[in-house]
C-alpha cells in the first residue's frame, strides 16, 4: 500500500499563493472523487480543510481551493497568512482501503 | 458538539496486546463510519482500520491485517481496536475519526486528541 506522493516541503510569503501537489494511481485518486486535505499544527490532532476533492467544510477559509486531474489532486492556499504555517496531507480512498500521502510542510517565509 | 475521546494507550512489550477505545458524543454514532489513524513519532499519517456505521463491513491496512481488530459498539457510542502481536513499528498516536457518512469514503471530518502507544521492552 503504497503512499500518495506529496513534496516534502512548500514555503511561501505572507499574502502569496502555494499549491502543494498529491499524486496517486489510477487505483486511488484517478479512480475516486474521494480526495479530502487535512492540517496539522504541532501537537495538534489533524483538521478536515477539504473533502471529496473540492469541497469546503463549514467554518474553513475560502482560501482553501482543492482540485483534481488524472491521477494528482492539488491543494491550493491562496492569501497565505502566518497561521497556515502547519503540515497538509492529502489522503483517498482506494477501494477497501484508504491511503494518505507522506505529508507536507508549509513554510510562511 | 462532535466529541471522540480515545483512551487505552500505553507501554506494552513486543509481542504482547492492548485495546483501544474511543468514546463519542454530539452526533449519532450508529450513523457514521468510523476509522483509526495513527502518526509515529516525528512521522506522517497512517490509516489503520475502518468500519462502516453498522459494524458491518471492516477494513484494514495490510501492516495490520491479521493482528489488529477493529469493532463498534452502538449502543455504548464507542469504537474500539483491538491490537495483538504488538511490534516496535507499531509505535504512534492513535487517532479515531469520524466520516462523513456511513460508509467508507476517507473523508474524516472529526478526529479525537490521540492516545500513544509505545511497544517497547
Known amino acids: 500500500q503504497s503512499a500518495l506522493t506529496q513534496p516534502a516541503s512548500v514555503s511561501g510569503s505572507p499574502g502569496q499563493s502555494i499549491t502543494i501537489s498529491c499524486t496517486g494511481t489510477?487505483?486511488?485518486?484517478?479512480?475516486?472523487?474521494?480526495v479530502s486535505w487535512y492540517q496539522q499544527h504541532p501537537g495538534k490532532a489533524p483538521k478536515l480543510m477539504i473533502y471529496e476533492g473540492s469541497k469546503r467544510p463549514s467554518g474553513v477559509s475560502n482560501r482553501f481551493s482543492g482540485s483534481k486531474s488524472g491521477n494528482t489532486a492539488s491543494l491550493t492556499i491562496s492569501g497565505l497568512q502566518a497561521e497556515d504555517e502547519a503540515d497538509y496531507y492529502c489522503?483517498?480512498?482506494?477501494?477497501?482501503?484508504?491511503?494518505f500521502g507522506g505529508g507536507t510542510k508549509l513554510t510562511v517565509l | 458538539e462532535v466529541q471522540l475521546l480515545e483512551s487505552g494507550g500505553g507501554l506494552v512489550q513486543p509481542g504482547g496486546s492492548l485495546r483501544l477505545s474511543c468514546a463519542a458524543s454530539g452526533f449519532t454514532f450508529g450513523s457514521y463510519a468510523m476509522s483509526w489513524v495513527r502518526q509515529a513519532p516525528g512521522k506522517g499519517l497512517e490509516w489503520v482500520s475502518a468500519i462502516s456505521g453498522s459494524g458491518g463491513s471492516t477494513y484494514y491496512a495490510d501492516s495490520v491485517k491479521g493482528r489488529f481488530t477493529i469493532s463498534r459498539d452502538n449502543s455504548k457510542n464507542t469504537l474500539y481496536l483491538q491490537m495483538n502481536s504488538l511490534r516496535a513499528e507499531d509505535t504512534a498516536v492513535y487517532y479515531c475519526a469520524t466520516e462523513v457518512g456511513s460508509t467508507v469514503t476517507a473523508q474524516f471530518d472529526y478526529w479525537g486528541q490521540g492516545t500513544l502507544v509505545t511497544v517497547s521492552s
Open positions: 489510477s487505483s486511488d485518486v484517478g479512480s475516486y472523487n474521494l
Open positions: 489522503c483517498s480512498y482506494a477501494g477497501s482501503r484508504v491511503v
